[in-house]
């Protein structure tokens, strides 16, 4: 029997999938008070099936899904390309600063993102972008789009889809 063709839609929504952080987080002329969630994580994927039938193996996106969840989790998130913050490095320690507030912290830990802010919408921005990446080197051409939904608190997320152009 021959694939089915057309495009398939794999959804994954688990509560492992999820990372705990503090972030900074900077809107209109202020900044909230450094604060953290429990974030969850819910990818959909949409593509052409492989020759095994799967838009995406399982057994290799839940490890991938973990990963990208891990190298959040336990950290402070700053947003990097927020015009509104400066940041130094010296040594071992970084400075961020807003106006008159000043957190000096060990580098380690602190993750700055490339992103213009750390709301859940930029945060399902960077992951989408980097579940892109990683799926593509592992030769994942057949999708047609990715989507990344960012939880703060259970009925209140953020989604980014991204159209992706597959391999044919």
Wanted: proline share 5%; with cysteine; glycine share 4%.
């Amino acid at each position: 029997m021959d694939r089915p063709s057309g495009i398939f839609r794999l959804r994954v929504d688990q509560p492992h999938m999820l990372f705990a952080c503090a972030r900074i987080l900077v809107y209109k002329d202020n900044c909230a008070r450094m604060h953290g969630h429990n974030f969850q994580v819910a990818v959909e994927l949409e593509g052409t099936v492989n020759q095994d039938c799967f838009v995406v193996d399982l057994s290799e996106l839940e490890p991938l899904l973990r990963s990208l969840c891990a190298g959040l989790n336990n950290y402070l998130l700053v947003p990097a390309q927020n015009p509104l913050l400066r940041i130094e490095q010296t040594g071992s320690d970084v400075t961020i600063q807003f106006k008159e507030r000043r957190y000096t912290l060990p580098r380690q830990d602190v993750v700055l993102l490339d992103l213009p802010n750390c709301s859940v919408e930029m945060l399902a921005y960077y992951l989408c972008n980097q579940l892109e990446r990683r799926l593509a080197a592992m030769g994942y051409t057949n999708l047609t789009s990715i989507a990344v939904q960012v939880a703060e608190t259970p009925g209140q997320s953020g989604l980014y889809r991204k159209a992706l152009n597959p391999a044919r």
